[in-house]
């Protein structure tokens, strides 16, 4: 069994290796493949990365390499996990939103539409290699941000395709740890989108204990971990994605931003200090250091996601999936995060009751922007790309879409062929 990480230079991939080496004996793996466009990053990465499964006894091997092709022969399984532009688009990202009084954010608002512009053409095309060299019916999991909105553009190209976020499987542990429960016999009611979803039940064998953590300290405590206000809470009756505060919380994120505040300078101080710790050839295990640098739990999230889908054991996840109905007031193509329960035949989503006006009418209006994101992106047609600025709820009105799309594309020029047709990119 052959499994392949494109984007296996990652910072994020020694967890990832972690999460296959303990599960060895579940999913018995023959070859891990690293594959990642930057060599020396990808050496330094693969380096851990050996010394990871050495420590765990791992029989089979590990092949890095900056080739694609022979890197997706033969896989079963296939995890994408890239960022098209590196750490230096991200800053872009959280930044040139701020010059209009937008939210900047790599994965919401108009921050991650640029992400999207310049990731859902690179991810089909790897796809498309997926479909012609990897194993027939092989899986791909896809963890590249936005999340939603290349999961929907896999599917709607066809592809055998699950999107994979950590949120929650985050929140499913932190819960269980706070009620004093094995992580295992915790369900949450987690539904919505990729980074725009709610939990509106927190079940433990049969009990809802929700309403529990909705009153005293234990409110308090959610309202701050996820930085929305504990009414907002008690309102909801539900514990809101920690990106729902850039909805929620708009005017106060834009302040501080524009104070200079952006998560994008402390994730690349963080990689130059993970990758430094990488290089000790004393270190086999994942440093503490890359807790901060985010994703947590997502070794456990993919390894345990992938075991499902290669040796179909029906096990519990929380997946980004076409709707077909899942959600009522969706429509059927929309991708939805959901709870599902995974085998080889792919996953299969539970029951969702549904969404209230308030939830339901923001998850709409993102479902429009993420539609016309993808067609953008895929066509280069500029009209499409102001439409879905003009659809996402954080920048809405059309001057302001118009003018900041410009700007967007002119700072992602290289990475957007499509919008720049017979003119040079290289600028």
Known sequence: MKITVVGGGSTYTPELIEGFARRAQLLPVDELVLQDIEAERLAVVGGLSRRILDRHGFRGRLTTTTDL??????????????????????????TLPNEFGLLGQETTGPGGFAKALRTVPVVLDIAAEVRRRSLPGAWIVDFTNPVG????????AGH????????AIKF???LAARLGTDPDRVRLGHAGLNHLSWIRSVTVDGVDRLPELLTGDALDELAAQVRVPAGALRDLAAIPSYYLHYFYCTDDEVRSQQSGTHRADQVMAIE????ALYTDPALDRKPELLDRRGGAYYSEAAAALVTSLLTGDGAH?????????????????AVV????????AGPHPEAVPPLPPEMLGLVQSVTAYETLTVEAALTGDRAVARRALVANPLVREWGRADALLNALLAANRRHLPRFFAGEAVDA
């Open 272 to 275: 130059r200090e993970l990758l």
């Open 172 to 174: 499913q542990r932190q």
């Open 317 to 333: 996840h929380y997946v980004n999936v076409r709707n077909d109905g899942v959600l009522a007031g969706l429509p059927d193509d």
């Open 69 to 94: 092709g022979p890197a997706l022969d033969g896989a079963a399984a296939v995890l994408i996990q890239l960022r098209v532009g590196g750490q230096a688009a991200r800053l872009v990202d959280e």
């Open 337 to 344: 995060e959901v709870p599902a329960q995974v085998d080889t």
């Open 160 to 167: 055998r395709a699950v999107g994979l976020c950590n949120v």
């Open 149 to 156: 909105i290349v999961t929907r553009a896999l599917l709607d």
